[in-house]
């Protein structure tokens, strides 16, 4: 707490710092200036310079997700805000809380409508939580500790706070304060957690749907705990962290993101579902229809109310911490299950575990044999590391091969792309990075995707951020070709030639150079003894080191 006053510019901030925000992601402008002339000066603050907003943003993302708190983002004017728009829909459709500011020339000016003026808040509200522009010198913090709190507050995501410099540069005599956020572990009534129970316990096809509020809630041991009570296959949807080890014989992968048809083949069967922390379906081309087998009994729980019988009917729906709804059901199944039920539960269990150990000699085999350069890479980096080490997948169409060899296992090691934008591969294992010093963390991305926010590298450099980069090099944006395979196939139009502008083959880019030119040591791989080489250089190289993987 402190008082008398101050510049609000400097006073914002000690509320910055009192809110554990002591690093700030951006990319200055002239409008900022006094803002960061004193960001300069301050002690136990730091700025980590990106050379292009998306890249600032991606990187506050990576943080964020690597801490479990805030990260504090701040962008230039609309022109900024314009660029980073793209990584910001990432943050929202993934729950980061981000704190994002952005200067303007000030409020004495809104009636000039001179160069760069633009309606910062309008432009924020589609890819934010909240979005607000302070205009006067007294609520400077107390719209921060506000904005802090709802970035914070299940459904996180991001926020955006609008700051004239004329504001900024008046003395500010507000109390600094830390934000309150509200503890959100909320239980359901035990009559509720019965009802769940009873729907849920006489199925004999069960299936667990789960995305990352699962995660945030730490709730992965109890999920676990009901789905092998129920004997249910579990599915990820709407999933970018490590919900469930990716060795559990009840894991059944990804239903995926892009086509509705995949999913209802998946859980069509199912006579009961069982939805946690997330929301169905969120593909790109849903069905329209509800997915699930008519009479099918579904459970959806969430903290986030409006996600719950979003798009489909529930039989019932708990607003509620995952956590603590999945422990007191776990607690309600096991005096319920009968002993047949109970059987019948371990029986499926078994089946997928058996199941799971035939499939994985089969899948050890095939990884032996497989001699190719990106596949020798991601065994040799395996062995070397022995698994210890914090993916940032953005490989998109080589995700399998990646996760393959390095399987998301422990909670905080695995971090998917999420949101639908490119880029945020590179810039994510940044902030990870910069995050978990200690740890060893590798971004992969595709030679399309890491092209957007290439210039991660040279903010790794700069800061002295050790992370690694891999590019999974297929000289095309290869999820296209495979998507438009499926729409050909759909309206049954003859396959012909992929679209022109899905190739990236000329002229060539030679990546491990442009790594170089930015401050990264880089390296290009061609053929599997040079992927093997590749390994240990980037290894042992002290900074920043990037492997171009030829697919």
């Not at 900022?32 to 907003?53: I, P, R």
């Not at 805030?70 to 981000?98: D, E, F, K």
């Not at 499939?359 to 040799?380: C, H, K, N």
Request: hydrophobic share 45%.
């Amino acid at each position: 707490m402190s008082s008398g006053a101050t510049p609000g510019r400097e006073r914002l901030i000690d509320q910055f710092k009192a809110d554990g925000l002591n690093v700030m992601f951006g990319n200055p402008g002239t409008v900022e200036q006094g803002f960061l002339d004193a960001v300069d000066a301050a002690e136990d603050f730091h700025y980590v310079l990106a050379l292009q907003e998306t890249v600032a943003a991606g990187i506050a993302d990576g943080y964020a997700r690597a801490t479990g708190g805030a990260a504090l983002l701040q962008l230039h004017s609309g022109v900024g805000l314009g660029n980073g728009i793209g990584m910001l829909y990432q943050s929202l459709r993934g729950h980061t809380p981000l704190v994002v500011v952005a200067g303007d020339a000030g409020v004495r000016y809104d009636a000039m409508d001179a160069q760069m003026a633009s309606d910062l808040v309008a432009m924020a509200k589609p890819v934010t939580k909240y979005a607000t522009r302070v205009t006067d010198r007294h609520s400077v913090l107390r719209t921060i500790r506000r904005a802090v709190k709802i970035a914070l507050t299940p459904p996180r995501g991001p926020v955006f706070v609008a700051l004239p410099m004329d504001v900024l540069d008046e003395l500010n005599s507000e109390l600094v304060l830390p934000a309150t956020v509200p503890l959100t572990d909320v239980a359901p009534s035990p009559a509720s957690v019965g009802r769940a129970a009873e729907l849920l316990a006489s199925a004999q096809r069960p299936v667990v749907l789960v995305g990352d509020g699962v995660a945030l809630s730490g709730a992965q041991r109890e999920l676990v705990a009901v789905a092998e009570l129920l004997g249910a296959d579990v599915y990820e949807v709407d999933s970018s962290e490590v919900n469930i080890a990716a060795s559990h014989p009840l894991r059944r992968g990804q239903t995926g993101h892009m086509f509705g048809p995949h999913s209802r083949e998946l859980i069509g069967n199912a006579d009961g579902v069982l939805i946690v922390g997330t929301y169905v379906f969120p593909e790109v081309f849903p069905e329209l229809e509800s997915p699930f087998r008519a009479g099918a009994r579904v459970v959806h729980i969430d903290l986030n109310a409006y996600e719950i019988a979003k798009n489909h009917p529930v039989d019932l729906g708990l607003a509620a911490d995952p956590r603590q709804a999945l422990r007191a059901l776990a607690g309600v199944l096991e005096r319920l299950l009968t002993p047949a039920q109970r059987a019948a539960a371990a029986g499926r269990l078994d089946a997928r575990a058996r199941e799971r150990v035939r499939a994985g000699q089969a899948e050890r085999e095939a990884m032996d044999a497989d001699g190719s350069p990106m596949a020798v890479f991601l065994r040799t980096l395996a062995e070397r590391t022995g698994g210890d080490l914090i993916v940032f997948d953005e490989a998109l169409t080589t995700s399998p091969l990646v996760t393959r060899y390095l399987p998301p296992e422990r909670p905080g090691d695995y971090h998917l792309t999420r949101g639908g934008s490119l880029g945020v591969g590179f810039p994510g294992a940044v902030g990870v990075k910069l995050a978990r010093p200690e740890r060893l963390v590798v971004g992969f991305a595709g030679d399309g995707g890491s092209m957007y926010t290439y210039q991660a590298l040279w903010t790794a450099a700069r800061h002295g951020i050790e992370a690694k980069f891999v590019v999974c090099n297929n000289r095309k944006y290869r999820l296209l070709d495979d998507n438009i395979a499926q729409y050909w196939r759909e309206r049954e139009i003859p396959q012909h030639g992929f679209p022109g502008s899905f190739d990236l083959s000329h002229p060539e880019i030679d990546f491990a150079a442009l790594a170089r030119s930015l401050g990264a040591g880089g390296m290009r791989v061609e053929k599997p003894d040079e992927a093997i080489a590749a390994v240990g250089r980037m290894l042992a190289h002290p900074g920043p080191f990037l492997v171009d993987v030829q697919i």
